[in-house]
């Protein structure tokens, strides 16, 4: 049937609508409609330009168009929330805006994006701490060489109050991290129980959602500070949205000052930061009506913990391998391990006061640490096995029996070595050292050199004084004078002679 009886007008725009909506294109439609299909373009040429008639833009607000939008999207991707974000840039800048304002155009413009609800946090519950990243011009000059040094901004905040600190350090590493920390500690006057920060290594050795590995080093550090360690989760800038704005706030205010006057050391940089950092708290903050100073004083201050008796040390960790003489070589010296760890990787951390080996989670022996000595022992007793034991055992034997197949002069140096020692082991790596110069030199002169040694009944026996004998000879053999013979093969020089007359 065609489309005779039936109104033209409205009907006809409102069922093309109908078919437009289910997906059908102008052909279809008039097939359906049993029209042609210039008909069916005429009256959807009307119903899009009705549509654009009754569509009503969307409001607003006419201080809205001065504004960086995408500096507002940029800063929300990173964290930062959209109250601290008006509270920063919009209410000192655009005079009677209020927060809600500024949010109702937010949600016109990216009415998908997802916002946070703001964050409360409880007195001297947690700390979060960062790095900013890297800007050229912040640094010092070295008076003596003209050279730039380009320095690290690193800040700590306590959520609650918004108290912040600030410290410049020469790079991002764990000892500049843990000075940092403890530095920031220092100036709130107390600790906190938890601590958030971000996945770098000197802080986490790997990075997880659920179950990140805590670095070694900075778990023991917390352990001091008696403070929980939390790492955020990996590419989430928003678990710790604060100290990211944070940072952000302090370095455009103090910026523009620091740069007025060159610096010529770290610690005038931290001097000049500490007393901008003194200002910076002491703002008053217009959403709260008092500065950070002052809400930190009222509220947090007494929620804190007390800071440790004893300033952390921190350390460095090496893996050693235990010797079969139960001892690990440590900055070219030597300390003891129980015996049962012989043949074991150790985990061995090395502070500036002592040595600590751990077994996995046990810590087997700790050491004062040696500093300026090459070569030196430092064995505890009841490391080692009994005498009769280490005698048995299968290292000093095989090394007994491999002397005797070098020579008799041989075995009776290691034999004295082994057996007239306090203990077995005491100098079972220098008897090792003896029998590779024999490798390195030959058997047999390793046993000359033993002759010597044994005739002249030397009490002291090292291999540099072993090898010194056997480079001796050696040097002495090489320089000995070459007798020449008489040959009758040569003709000698009065042939010549005899020739002319």
Not at 129 to 158: A, H, N, P, Q, W
Not at 203 to 208: E, I, P
Not at 219 to 226: A, E, I, K, R, V
Not at 363 to 392: C, E, W
Request: proline share 4%; net charge positive; charged share 30%.
């Amino acid at each position: 049937m065609g489309i005779q009886g039936k109104k033209k007008g409205v009907k006809m725009i409102n069922e093309i609508k109908k078919y437009k909506e289910r997906g059908l294109n102008l052909s279809q439609i008039a097939r359906a409609m049993n029209i042609s299909r210039n008909t069916a373009k005429k009256y959807h040429k009307q119903l899009s330009s009705k549509a654009a008639e009754n569509e009503v833009k969307p409001y607003q607000a006419p201080w809205s168009g001065n504004l960086d939008w995408a500096h507002v999207l940029r800063e929300k991707s990173l964290g930062v929330q959209l109250a601290h974000y008006w509270e920063q840039h919009i209410e000192p800048e655009f005079e009677g805006v209020s927060y809600l304002s500024f949010w109702r155009e937010f949600r016109r413009r990216y009415p998908n994006i997802k916002l946070d609800m703001h964050q409360t946090f409880r007195p001297g519950e947690r700390c979060e701490f960062d790095y900013k990243g890297k800007d050229s011009g912040f640094g010092y000059v070295i008076i003596e060489t003209g050279e730039f040094i380009e320095c690290r901004l690193f800040g700590m905040v306590l959520p609650s109050s918004q108290l912040f600190f600030a410290r410049a350090t020469l790079s991002e590493k764990q000892e500049d991290v843990f000075d940092s920390i403890a530095s920031g500690f220092k100036y709130f006057g107390g600790v906190t129980s938890t601590i958030v920060f971000d996945n770098a290594k000197a802080q986490v050795t790997r990075a997880d959602n659920y179950d990140p590995d805590i670095n070694s080093e900075f778990s023991l550090f917390c352990d001091t500070y008696n403070i929980a360690p939390i790492a955020a989760r990996p590419g989430k800038p928003k678990d710790k949205s604060l100290i990211e704005n944070s940072l952000g706030v302090f370095w455009r205010w103090a910026w523009p000052q620091l740069r007025r006057q060159q610096m010529f050391s770290l610690g005038e940089i931290n001097s000049e930061l500490k007393q901008l950092l003194a200002i910076f708290n002491k703002r008053v903050q217009k959403k709260y009506g008092m500065s950070r100073l002052e809400k930190f004083e009222s509220y947090e201050k007494v929620k804190l913990n007390p800071l440790p008796e004893k300033m952390y040390e921190s350390g460095v960790w090496k893996k050693v391998k235990v010797h079969p003489d139960c001892h690990i070589q440590v900055s070219h010296n030597f300390y003891s391990v129980p015996y049962r760890c012989r043949g074991q990787e150790l985990n061995a951390r090395i502070s500036k006061q002592c040595l600590e080996v751990f077994f996995g989670l046990d810590r087997v022996a700790i050491h004062k640490i040696s500093l300026g000595n090459r070569g030196r022992y430092f064995t505890i007793k009841s490391h080692l096995p009994d005498s009769q034991q280490a005698m048995l055992e299968r290292t000093p034997q095989s090394m007994l029996k491999e002397a005797t197949d070098l020579g008799e002069s041989t075995h009776k140096v290691i034999e004295r070595l082994i057996k007239e020692a306090r203990h077995p082991l005491m100098y079972l790596r220098r008897a090792q050292g003896i029998l590779r110069l024999g490798k390195r030199y030959s058997d047999a002169s390793l046993e000359e050199a033993c002759v010597f040694f044994v005739e002249a009944a030397l009490s002291d026996i090292r291999v540099r004084s072993i090898e010194q004998v056997i480079a001796a000879k050696s040097k002495h053999q090489k320089e000995l004078k070459v007798e020449r013979k008489p040959n009758e093969n040569l003709r000698g020089q009065l042939h010549w002679a005899e020739i002319y007359h």
